[in-house]
């Protein structure tokens, strides 16, 4: 089946630094990705839709300048989260739309960022 | 943003019993999909239904649409203790964009030995 892989798993960082998360489909292609982001105990809420040769799209109230995203091919996108603060902590959750089938979206296994 | 609510936000069950959750959705839509999550791990896929079917099974799960009441409910039947997760119903709207999922609240299930 299909398979989606989200590096790293999870990640530790300090206030200020950027991090970069990256989803990458490995047995098909994907021109759309998402990117969510997950509280304990809440449900996924969308952050941005990943489109391969253009801009994301951002959902209302995400900061697109903090969290950039780049879908520079068919089967990669990465979601940098800039000048992380501790209020970033979170699990952060990528899904990929197969190309070939327009309803199958498989999801990465997901990142844990803490941000001390 | 959030589609709806699912109920109830909580369960927890014998193992052999019957769980039964509930998903409420806004808008209208293309299909409605239910995933599993273990905590702290990524989305697994359970099922699809369309929105011009009103019932659909997959083993030992059954799950219903109502366009009309813009409700789902999904059965799981003679549950395992290695059922226990999160449950999620996750709409595809039927107009323009990228046809993103949007998650409803979640059940957290618990089943007891």
């Known amino acids: 089946g299909a398979v989606v892989s989200q590096h790293p798993s999870w990640v530790i960082c300090k206030s200020g630094t950027s991090v970069k998360i990256e989803c990458r489909s490995l047995?098909?292609?994907?021109?759309?990705m998402f990117w969510y982001r997950q509280f304990p105990k809440q449900s996924l809420m969308l952050m941005a839709t990943s489109n391969e040769g253009s801009k994301a799209t951002y959902e209302q109230g995400v900061e697109k300048d903090k969290f950039l995203i780049n879908h520079a091919s068919l089967t990669l996108s990465t979601l940098t989260v800039t000048s992380a603060h501790p209020e970033d902590s979170s699990f952060y959750i990528c899904?990929?739309?197969?190309?070939?089938?327009?309803?199958?979206?498989?999801f990465g296994s997901g990142t844990r960022l803490t941000v001390v | 943003s959030q589609q709806g609510e699912e109920d109830p936000q909580a369960l927890s069950i014998q193992e052999g019993e019957n769980a039964t959750m509930n998903c409420s959705y806004k808008?209208?839509?293309?299909?409605l999909q239910w995933y599993r999550q273990n905590s702290g791990r990524g989305l697994v896929h359970l099922i699809l239904?369309?929105?011009?079917?009103r019932e659909k099974h997959s083993g030992r799960l059954r799950v219903t649409l109502d366009t009309s009441k813009k409700s789902s409910s999904l059965l799981i039947t003679a549950s395992r203790a290695a059922d226990t997760a999160s449950y999620f119903c996750a709409t595809r709207g039927d107009t323009g964009g990228y046809n993103k999922l949007i998650f409803g609240a979640g059940t957290r299930l618990a089943v007891h030995p």
């Open positions: 239904i369309r929105s011009n079917e």
């Open positions: 047995d098909f292609q994907a021109t759309t």
């Open positions: 808008t209208s839509i293309n299909n």
């Open positions: 899904s990929a739309r197969d190309d070939r089938d327009g309803e199958g979206y498989t």
